[in-house]
């Protein structure tokens, strides 16, 4: 199948700091790329929904100031957690699809951590 | 509004034993419907999927059927080995959800030698 490559797969960062983290498709051009949250033990959170070259989409309660979401390219989407604080930690998984009814697929995750 | 219900974990068996988690959805129109595993610190991989009424995904040993009068999409193995132990997630796709994916909040499972 597919490949998403998410990077950094972990990363501890101070609280305050800036985090960006990225979602490349490596075979294929991801006209929609999802991000979502999971805390431990429980479901993906959608977080919001990005469309190459248009703002992102963001969920009911999802602070956009907050987090960032750009996807300048067919192959790329970041996400960034501005200031972030201890309560941001968690694990954030992107998913890339080439369209409407075409397979999602994962990239593997970034655990992160604020301390 | 739409939703995916599954079956609490985790759950516990022995190697070889059968397995049954239950997956009901309320969703408009006709979703595609997805088992996805997640293997401990990884992300999700697609198990399997079926897009229409009495479809049945299979991988990997896992099935699941597609039954739209009981809107269910139950996820089923005759003999679990150690190494499926992992979270399963329930997912449907569709025209009510905008076609975005949306997940249950997971079964864990636990397979015991």
């Known amino acids: 199948g597919a490949v998403v490559s998410q990077h950094p797969s972990w990363v501890i960062c101070k609280s305050g700091t800036s985090v960006k983290i990225e979602c490349r498709s490596l075979d294929f051009q991801a006209t929609t790329m999802f991000w979502y949250r999971q805390f431990p033990k429980q479901s993906l959170m959608l977080m919001a929904t990005s469309n190459e070259g248009s703002k992102a989409t963001y969920e009911q309660g999802v602070e956009k100031d907050k987090f960032l979401i750009n996807h300048a390219s067919l192959t790329l989407s970041t996400l960034t957690v501005t200031s972030a604080h201890p309560e941001d930690s968690s694990f954030y998984i992107c998913?890339?699809?080439?369209?409407?009814?075409?397979?999602?697929?994962f990239g593997q995750g970034t655990r992160l951590t604020v301390v | 509004g739409n939703s995916v219900t599954q079956m609490e974990g985790p759950v516990t068996l022995s190697e070889e034993a059968f397995l049954t988690i239950n997956c009901t959805y309320t969703?408009?129109?006709?979703?595609?419907l997805f088992w996805y595993v997640q293997y401990p610190g990884e992300g999700l991989q697609l198990l399997l999927k079926a897009t229409k009424a009495d479809d049945k995904g299979s991988n990997k040993g896992f099935e699941a059927t597609y039954r739209k009068e009981t809107t269910s999409f139950h996820l089923e193995k005759g003999s679990v080995q150690v190494s499926d132990s992992a979270v399963y997630f329930c997912?449907?796709?569709?025209?009510?959800?905008?076609?975005?994916?949306?997940f249950g909040r997971g079964t864990s499972l636990i397979v015991h030698p």
């Open positions: 969703a408009t129109g006709y979703p595609s």
């Open positions: 997912a449907y796709e569709g025209p009510g959800g905008s076609y975005i994916p949306t």
């Open positions: 998913s890339a699809r080439t369209g409407i009814g075409t397979e999602a697929f």
